[in-house]
């Protein structure tokens, strides 16, 4: 089985008819290392969870675009729920162990 971390394979990040330097980039994209590094970060929230406003404010230095684009992938993988609150107008995700925890929440 393909791990879940690995990077995805260039070729479906970008389109035929993209510019070369478009491809290139995909080429070196390392998107399984921002899964992953996303996944952490949602996983060190614990309970309280964790926004993409958040972290985005916090790893100003990564692109805004790299960070944001990670919970949608790990949430159709399994690994992360949106249980429906929002904390500053964003939606608050969690690891998905905290799934059954909407009582505690509230």
């Given at each position: 089985m393909k791990d879940l971390f690995d990077d995805t394979p260039f070729h479906t990040l970008s389109r035929s008819n993209d510019p070369q330097t478009s491809k290139d980039?995909?080429?070196i994209a390392?998107?399984?290392k921002m899964r992953m590094f996303v996944y952490d970060l949602i996983k060190e929230a614990g309970i309280?969870?964790?926004?993409?406003?958040?972290m985005?404010?916090?790893?100003?230095?990564?692109?805004h675009s790299s960070i944001t684009s990670r919970p949608n992938e790990l949430e159709k993988l399994g690994l992360v729920v949106y249980l429906g609150d929002k904390r500053d107008?964003?939606?608050?995700?969690?690891?998905?162990?905290?799934?059954?925890s909407m009582m505690e929440i509230t």
């Amino acid at each position: 089985m393909k791990d879940l971390f690995d990077d995805t394979p260039f070729h479906t990040l970008s389109r035929s008819n993209d510019p070369q330097t478009s491809k290139d980039a995909a080429a070196i994209a390392p998107t399984g290392k921002m899964r992953m590094f996303v996944y952490d970060l949602i996983k060190e929230a614990g309970i309280k969870g964790i926004t993409t406003k958040e972290m985005t404010k916090r790893y100003r230095d990564i692109s805004h675009s790299s960070i944001t684009s990670r919970p949608n992938e790990l949430e159709k993988l399994g690994l992360v729920v949106y249980l429906g609150d929002k904390r500053d107008g964003a939606r608050v995700i969690r690891d998905s162990s905290y799934k059954n925890s909407m009582m505690e929440i509230t």
